[in-house]
């Protein structure tokens, strides 16, 4: 089973944009998630096509089983 921390911000434009991380520590603390969130928009260190990240707006862990076949 894999499992992905996804941050969504909301961006300048108005729409979202989702940062994922692999593997991520748990439990998931979200207070210390939503702490870093803030600290990226605030270091304005990262942008989308959307545009800048301008507000935190969800977080959440994300679990997929993957299966592959011999072919």
């Known amino acids: 089973m894999v499992k992905t921390l996804e941050l ?7 729409k ?4 994922s991380l692999e593997s991520p520590v748990e439990p998931v603390n979200s207070e210390q998630v939503t702490t870093v969130m803030q ?15 301008v507000a935190v707006k ?4 994300v679990e997929r ?5 011999e072919i």
Do not use: M, P, W
């Open 8 to 14: 969504t911000f909301e961006t300048s434009n108005g």
């Open 16 to 19: 979202s944009t989702k940062i």
């Open 39 to 53: 600290s990226i928009i605030a270091a304005n260190v990262l942008t989308s096509t959307n545009g800048d990240l």
């Open 58 to 61: 969800g977080i959440r862990l």
């Open 65 to 69: 089983n993957v299966t592959d076949y």
